[in-house]
């Protein structure tokens, strides 16, 4: 049985510059970012390898850029060590990085997908642009007290909750400016290790991307999806889907949910699923990893 499994990153991971091991040297990876092009009309190789970070670092292009610098990484990879895609049986995405996976679990087209992303990150920087608000990373602080925090901090009215679970002490808690302003010191004076705002649009994976939600429905709507044709695991309830329909309807949630990632790890890892390779650009699926389970064995593809 296949035992590999494929994580891909999600928003976060993109540096500029991402993209240029792949294509000097993959002609596969070269031509994933030429049918972008075509899809998106504009060069989304030229913002990766060039900038400026500003333009790469908004939603509007960053999600775009990292769903194609993943596949054409997973591309190069399919090239030059087709074993490892061969062997690979599972596959999870952080956030974005799920609609990558749902590509290479052949549940939608890649013109398909990218089409969807691009309009999933203009509704959801529209929908940041409505609301002033952001997200913060707590270090070292357990679950139940930055929840505490979270409503010690929010005033009446306002958003403000966890976003992410991403490994053990490590949880991005999501909402209002001022909430995620408040929230960053009354964690330390809770007893974190560090709080540390995040440099992204806005506070993802909350209601306040709710008018972002149906947008992406409707993009979604227009999509034929097949099931996938191996488990892909979801973000929003850390378990593997195969209705399409399903599927659909989850990918629209998922804007307004927390990701279970940390969950999601210890599914692929309590089903037998390993070595863990992280395909895309940077290297923070790997560390997460590491945090949740110090023996599980992780690759990944420079890119």
């Known amino acids: 049985m296949s035992k590999i499994a494929f994580l891909f990153p999600g928003?976060?991971?993109?540096?500029?510059?991402?993209?240029?091991?792949?294509?000097?040297s993959s002609p596969e990876a070269r031509d994933c970012f030429a049918q972008a092009q075509a899809i998106l009309g504009y060069d989304l190789l030229q913002i990766c390898?060039?900038?400026?970070?500003?333009?790469?670092?908004?939603?509007?292009?960053?999600?775009?850029?990292?769903?194609?610098?993943s596949l054409a990484a997973l591309a190069w990879l399919r090239a030059s060590q087709p074993a490892v895609v061969e062997a690979c049986g599972a596959a999870a995405g952080l956030s974005l990085g799920e609609y990558t996976a749902l590509v290479f679990a052949g549940?939608?087209?890649?013109?398909?997908?990218?089409?969807?992303?691009?309009?999933?990150?203009?509704?959801?920087?529209?929908?940041a642009d409505a609301v002033p608000s952001g997200m913060v990373s707590i270090l070292g602080l357990e679950a139940d007290?930055?929840?505490?925090?979270?409503?010690?901090?929010?005033?009446?009215?306002?958003?403000?909750?966890?976003?992410?679970?991403?490994?053990?002490?490590?949880?991005?808690?999501?909402?209002?400016?001022?909430a995620c302003e408040l929230?960053?010191?009354?964690?330390?004076?809770?007893?974190?290790?560090k709080a540390i705002p995040l440099a992204v649009a806005g506070a993802f994976?909350?209601?306040?991307?709710?008018?972002?939600?149906?947008?992406l429905a409707a993009a979604l709507a227009?999509?034929?999806m097949q099931p996938p044709r191996?488990?892909?695991?979801?973000?929003?309830?850390?378990?593997v889907h195969t209705d399409p329909e399903e599927i659909r309807s989850l990918l629209t949630r998922q804007v307004v949910s927390p990701v279970m990632w940390e969950a999601s790890q210890r599914k692929l890892l309590a089903d037998g699923y390993g070595p863990h390779w992280e395909v895309g650009p940077g290297r923070v699926l790997r560390g997460l990893l590491k945090r949740i389970d110090r023996k599980a064995a992780a690759e990944g593809v420079e890119c």
């Open 49 to 69: 390898l060039e900038g400026p970070a500003e333009k790469l670092d908004s939603t509007v292009y960053s999600q775009p850029a990292l769903f194609v610098t």
């Open 145 to 178: 007290k930055i929840e505490r925090v979270c409503e010690d901090a929010r005033a009446e009215g306002e958003v403000l909750q966890i976003a992410n679970y991403l490994c053990p002490g490590n949880i991005v808690v999501s909402g209002h400016k001022g």
């Open 183 to 193: 929230a960053a010191d009354l964690a330390v004076k809770a007893g974190a290790m």
């Open 230 to 239: 191996i488990p892909v695991v979801s973000n929003v309830d850390a378990q």
């Open 11 to 24: 928003q976060g991971a993109q540096s500029v510059g991402m993209g240029r091991q792949l294509v000097e």
């Open 205 to 215: 994976h909350t209601p306040i991307m709710q008018p972002a939600v149906e947008r």
């Open 222 to 224: 227009g999509v034929p």
């Open 107 to 127: 549940v939608m087209s890649f013109e398909d997908g990218l089409r969807v992303v691009q309009e999933r990150g203009r509704a959801m920087q529209d929908a």
